[in-house]
């Protein structure tokens, strides 16, 4: 199958002021988030992408074009299924707040029972993220193969949520995951399970991910590597 690589957004203003933005229209980057943006774009802005997806919130978008640049042969695809858990009534609502709310403990150690108050459950981000990853994932390698690279770039709590289930963690577990803006996450799914093969990545050379020219392609194995392996 192809590889995945997961961006998250570069700081927003909202992040900066302890704000928690989810769907709230005009959310874009601060001058730190440029900065990292500029930093992911050293790492990936160069790698031979087959498909770049994006959620549609304005953070993502921006990110992208500072990553891809002038690459006039990339044209990122919205996807509203990786856009941001909708957090309804918790909106444009500061955190120091939210964290006095009775759902703030329920988000903490059983996120997977979380509903926001006019909002969506965890559970319904998780499922629709991971869908969304897995069938775009199937049809990059149906039509590249399976040493294909794909960028998609989405938010903390979506990415959290998609390593979870390719970790087989329960979502209860997916606070245990840190996903810090700009980092990137690496996932290669085969028939038999997923691979993370980098997790809240900031500064690892990202260039050995695209395969050797081999004189025939083989599909990559859904064995692990006993005692490690040699990469």
């Not at 979380?114 to 969506?120: H, I, L, S």
């Not at 990415?159 to 996903?179: E, M, N, P, S, V």
């Not at 050995?208 to 005692?227: I, M």
Request: glycine share 10%.
């Amino acid at each position: 199958m192809a590889i995945l690589v997961l961006l998250r957004h570069g700081r927003t203003t909202a992040n900066a002021e302890g704000v928690l933005a989810g769907w709230t229209p005009g959310v874009g980057l601060d001058d730190t988030g440029r900065a990292q943006a500029a930093a992911a774009a050293t790492r990936l802005g160069a790698l031979p992408w087959r498909a770049v997806l994006s959620s549609p919130l304005q953070r993502c978008r921006e990110t992208l074009e500072v990553v891809l640049g002038d690459r006039a042969d990339l044209a990122p695809v919205t996807d509203d299924r990786i856009g941001e858990c909708r957090y309804g009534d918790w909106e444009g609502r500061p955190l120091k707040q939210l964290a006095k709310e009775p759902m703030w403990k329920v988000v903490q150690a059983h996120p997977a029972a979380a509903v926001f108050p006019g909002g969506e459950p965890l559970a319904a981000t998780s499922a629709r993220a991971v869908a969304a990853v897995r069938e775009w994932d199937g049809r990059i390698t149906a039509e590249y193969g399976p040493d294909a690279l794909w960028l998609a770039c989405s938010h903390g709590d979506v990415i959290k949520a998609i390593a979870a289930d390719a970790l087989g963690l329960h979502l209860d577990q997916f606070q245990r995951i840190t996903a810090s803006p700009c980092s990137v996450t690496v996932i290669r799914y085969t028939p038999l399970r997923p691979f993370v093969m980098h997790l809240n990545d900031l500064g690892s050379d990202l260039s050995g991910l695209v395969a050797k020219k081999r004189r025939r392609r083989r599909k990559p194995s859904s064995d692990a590597a006993v005692g490690g392996g040699a990469t």
